[in-house]
């Protein structure tokens, strides 16, 4: 797998409607290089739910994907409030979703604790005011 494939995917804040449209394009391109079914359901979820991190608490930013012989990175970049404490947000169940969200079925709290739970390596990165990176990498061997 030496195909190096480079992405990145403009995500709009409150955008319910194109919601899990990068996502769904990062999963048919790693589909369509043959990434064995286990990491493309693990990179699935974790993008998934990053995405829709950025729709529901981000005031915009993007998601960047790349694919190299090793393995695939997803990159989450924000800008928004940022998270005011990292520790409790990743507690399964904490979630600072609002009213609109949870009314459409999103919010429940499980978005950072899936992500951390799927990728092999995973960080982040928050400042109040700023916004927030994510970076999660997902190994193909």
Sequence with gaps: MSTMIHAVYPVKADDYTFAGEASTDIKRKLKQLGVDSKVLRRVS??????ELNLVIHSDGGELI??????????????????????????????????EEARSLGFGAGMGLPNMKRNADDFSIESEVGKGTCITMRFNLA
């Design 45 to 50: 979820v974790a993008s998934y739910e990053v």
């Design 65 to 98: 994907m790349d694919v190299d012989e090793g393995g695939v990175t997803l990159i989450s970049k924000d800008v928004g409030p940022g998270i005011p404490d990292i520790q409790m947000a990743m507690r399964e169940g904490y979630s600072t979703a609002d």
